[in-house]
């Protein structure tokens, strides 16, 4: 292994690109639950009348079961992911269709020289005049 590798692979740019997004996402991360725990879930219990989600529990021969956390849980991931598919995924999404528009189809017909009618492109014979179509005019 050569000196200066490690650092090549440290400073190459899908490395640092990576750690900027886990620290950008985990600050996301806490922000999200922050707005879940503190604005939404009250909200929420607002309408129904329970003031903490992670207070809500069951218990079934003797095992306690909290299932408030889950919904917190739960409503954190779903406002992360449609934020994140609504102001990342969608924008780029479009941005990359712009930049690079897809080909466009081949041609599913060729013109038949004797007749000009449209025949099929893998077409031997126009099915019209039934003339041999030349073998440059198919792929």
């Known amino acids: 292994m050569a000196k200066g590798d490690f650092r090549k692979f440290l400073l190459r740019g899908n490395v640092v690109d990576m750690a900027v997004g886990i620290i950008i996402g985990t600050a996301f991360a806490g922000v999200v639950n922050s707005l879940v725990k503190d604005l939404i879930t009250p909200l929420i219990a607002a309408i129904w009348g329970k003031p903490n989600f ?3 529990s069951f218990t079934v021969h003797n095992s306690h079961f909290l299932y408030g956390n889950f919904i917190n849980a ?3 991931f779903v406002i992360m992911a449609a934020t994140i598919f609504y102001l990342i995924v969608l924008p780029i999404n479009r941005l990359m269709a712009r930049l690079h528009p ?3 189809p081949a041609p599913a ?4 020289p004797e007749c000009l009618s449209m025949v099929s492109i893998g077409a031997r014979r126009c ?8 073998a440059a005019a198919t792929p």
């Not at 099915?127 to 030349?134: G, K």
């Open 54 to 56: 992670g207070a809500l």
């Open 74 to 76: 739960t409503l954190s």
């Open 102 to 104: 897809a080909p466009p």
């Open 109 to 112: 017909t060729q013109q038949c």
């Open 127 to 134: 099915a019209f005049c039934t003339s041999a179509l030349s």
